[in-house]
């Protein structure tokens, strides 16, 4: 255990997973990944004749980037998986070079469409149907003669920036569909309508902004109670916004600052609602970080979670499927009422690479606590899971990136009443989860003392004209993982209630991957 003073509530190893373990030490076997090469985004879940299916963009010729296939396997649990014939090939002129992401729609007569981009020098959108609408594990797919159905991005768009089609909704008599794009040289969401899934109108842009780069993937669009959920990939990471839907303008209408949906590496995600249990799902694909060559696969699906929202905070939450319990195996360890610190640490007798923990400390806790985990028999190598419950504060350090209001100083304040200022007005702000103070004489354009509030933690650099402070996180940091990939600390803040006396982490370990869900999944962060 990794604390200064904390006391252990309950901390239980749920030892899975009931899995062959392959040659490669480091392959996860309980995640969904091919037998071998190159996999990357999740394209089109779906519930179909009792069987829930996956779609994944897939490179069955090498474990690099290349043309791109939709790769495919089927659950009736979510827990055990059957991989199956890959379901789209680039075989057509319009999508020679890439059947790139897109997501199913279950029509009114319970029959499936594939929308996706189609690649080739351009990108467009094309649909698929199934070839034996009783097929349960939906083998085969037909592309219609009508592809492509949308030839060219909105105006202003660039059609090298054009991809990712959402799940249809309908709204009025009119099915909806969201496309990624770049318009006017920044990102946006493109509204495209049809009452046949054949011809489709421009309709808008559904929501843009200068705040998240200049192109958005792998949109999704939802709604979760009485509030809408506009998911974006971009700059590198996944994002959400809670707002509302105005239907009479096609518009998004945004109730919160974009915040990320993990803290780690999680990109391009894709979410369906389950018919069968009435839930939100999202999938999300977890990127390695070296040359998988020598190996023969590379990346992984993150376990799918369950999405809801907390209305207390304004935040969404996700958390592991039920359905993960599955994979348990025996009933692992158990204990209760433990006292850590730095001179007592708590080492479980229990080892292993397929493991799910759940640990939860009393609080308030004296200095930073949590967890070691991947310990080497010599403890030189270890991955610390930590949790700070009170603001750092980072002398000479810049955040960089992250922003969504900044303000100015006028030179009658002193440094440290703008400092205090500033962390202050954080602390304020539930959507605020970190600040850099930049101090007089900073050589940037801006001469004046400011303060940036943001809505993530962005990576730290060393900058004498900043100051900056971070609110109570929760962080995986692995410079002694002994990986060979990149070792710098992933972090996210944890938002807690008032009346809360407790703090939870779990655990998800499965070889070289390690999931982990804070606080009832408030916070979530993937490596």
Excluded at 287 to 293: F, W
Aim: net charge negative.
């Amino acid at each position: 255990m990794l604390c200064s003073q904390a006391t252990f509530i309950l901390f239980n190893v749920l030892v899975a997973i009931a899995f062959k373990i392959q040659s490669d030490p480091q392959r996860p076997q309980y995640h969904v990944m091919p037998p071998s090469d190159w996999m990357n985004d999740p394209n089109g879940p779906v519930y179909y004749k009792g069987y829930y299916h996956l779609f994944f963009q897939y490179n069955p010729s090498a474990p690099t980037w290349g043309t791109m296939h939709w790769g495919h396997a089927v659950s009736k649990d979510f827990a055990h998986w059957q991989h199956l014939p890959i379901a789209l090939y680039p075989d057509q002129p319009y999508d020679k070079e890439g059947v790139w992401t897109g997501s199913i729609t279950t029509q009114k007569d319970g029959t499936p469409i594939i929308i996706y981009t189609a690649q080739s020098n351009v990108e467009k959108q094309a649909v698929a149907l199934p070839k034996n609408v009783s097929d349960p594990f939906l083998i085969d797919w037909i592309k219609p003669s009508y592809n492509p159905i949308i030839s060219s991005p909105p105006p202003n768009g660039n059609a090298g920036n054009f991809r990712d089609d959402t799940t249809a909704w309908e709204a009025n008599g009119v099915w909806n569909i969201l496309v990624g794009s770049e318009v006017s040289g920044i990102g946006a969401v493109a509204l495209y309508s049809t009452i046949d899934f054949m011809n489709w109108t421009y309709s808008g842009i559904f929501y843009t902004s200068d705040l998240y780069g200049n192109m958005w993937e792998c949109p999704d669009f939802f709604p979760i109670g009485d509030s809408y959920v506009l998911k974006i990939s971009a700059l590198g990471k996944d994002w959400w916004l809670i707002g509302d839907y105005d239907i009479p303008s096609k518009k998004f209408v945004p109730k919160s600052n974009a915040q990320l949906w993990d803290s780690g590496v999680y990109y391009a995600s894709k979410t369906f609602f389950d018919p069968v249990k009435k839930r939100q799902i999202i999938w999300g694909w977890i990127a390695e970080e070296d040359n998988g060559i020598p190996r023969g696969w590379q990346s992984v699906q993150g376990l799918p979670r369950e999405i809801s929202i907390d209305k207390d905070l304004n935040i969404v939450v996700a958390n592991p499927i039920e359905e993960i319990s599955l994979l348990r195996v025996n009933p692992g360890y158990s204990i209760q009422n433990v006292i850590v610190s730095p001179s007592k640490d708590f080492i479980p007798p229990i080892k292993g690479d397929q493991l799910e923990i759940l640990a939860v400390f009393k609080l308030p806790a004296q200095g930073r606590f949590g967890v070691n985990v991947k310990v080497s028999n010599d403890s030189t190598r270890y991955t610390t899971i930590a949790v700070e419950p009170e603001q750092q504060f980072l002398n000479n350090t810049d955040l960089t990136g992250g922003d969504y209001n900044d303000f100015y100083y006028n030179s009658s304040t002193t440094e440290q009443e703008n400092i205090e200022l500033c962390r202050s007005t954080c602390d304020a702000q539930s959507e605020c989860v970190s600040w850099t103070y930049v101090r007089l004489g900073d050589p940037g354009p801006m001469k004046t003392p400011r303060c940036s509030l943001k809505s993530v933690i962005p990576t730290s650099h060393p900058n004498n004209y900043c100051v900056s402070g971070v609110k109570g996180s929760v962080a995986v940091e692995r410079q002694h993982s002994g990986t060979d990939g990149n070792t710098a600390t992933q972090a996210g803040s944890i938002k807690m209630k008032s009346n809360e006396d407790t703090l939870t982490l779990h655990i998800f370990i499965d070889h070289s991957m390690i999931e982990v869900f804070a606080q009832q999944g408030r916070q979530r962060i993937t490596r």
